[in-house]
């Protein structure tokens, strides 16, 4: 199972949106609708920002939401904060029954 | 509040053994299939295994398939890891992680394995 393709890097100024795309195959983001996405922080573990394509766990801000199309998803961040600097990760389940991960995005607030 | 923490950690030689631990809590933890993700240091995570709810089923990433085995006990809320014949590609921050309708929702602060001579 190849991992899911993400952009090794994004960046933004403080205020602006920016989107991570998440590029997978037709075992995985194409077929269920069990893509996540996790921010994590320096020597921290994994936070669920959004999961099932679309959806935002309560206490996670508005600011963060998620789409898909096709074998693609995206993860956009409104109004970028220097809080949101941090490395993002894709995820999805898939066929073989296991999940396969994204490569990890770093964002850059400028 | 759901709990998720990682134990047995170390430093091994090459094809030496280890054994995970991860104690949950907050939770009824035979209700939720589980799973090790691992994430070697500066690099991406990586799924490693999953067992059903009832133990019944596991499954392995081709990498450590026939090294490592899978287990969990229901009665005592703990999810184990056992790792044999160890390389040093093995190094990584091991993390227990909650399935939640196919979902990695909650995971643990991690326990960090290395390989070395």
């Known amino acids: 199972q190849s991992a899911l393709t993400q952009p090794a890097s994004v960046s933004g100024s403080p205020g602006q949106s920016i989107t991570i795309s998440c590029t997978g195959t037709?075992?995985?983001?194409?077929?269920?609708?069990?893509v996540s996405w996790y921010q994590q922080h320096p020597g921290q573990a994994p936070k669920l920002m959004i999961y099932?394509?679309?959806k935002r766990p309560s206490g996670v801000s508005g600011r963060f939401s998620g789409s898909k199309s096709g074998n693609t998803a995206s993860l956009t961040i409104s109004g970028l904060q220097a809080e949101d600097e941090a490395d993002y990760y894709c995820c999805s389940y898939t066929t073989s029954s296991t999940w396969v991960f994204g490569g990890g995005t770093k964002v850059t607030v400028l | 509040e759901v709990q998720l923490v990682e134990s047995g950690g170390g430093l091994v030689q090459p094809g030496g053994s280890l054994r995970l631990s991860c104690a949950a809590s907050g939770f009824t933890f035979s209700d939720y299939w589980m799973h090790w993700v691992r994430q070697a240091p500066g690099k991406g995570l990586v799924w490693v295994s999953r067992i059903y709810s009832d133990g019944t089923n596991t499954i392995y990433a081709d990498s450590v398939k026939g090294r490592f085995t899978i287990s969990r006990d229901n009665a005592k809320n703990t999810l184990s890891l056992r790792m044999n014949s160890l390389r040093a590609d093995d190094t990584a921050v091991y993390y227990c992680v909650r399935d939640s309708s196919y979902t990695p929702d909650y995971w643990g602060q991690g326990t960090l394995v290395t390989v070395s001579s």
């Open positions: 037709s075992s995985d983001v194409g077929n269920y609708n069990r």
């Open positions: 099932e394509d679309t």
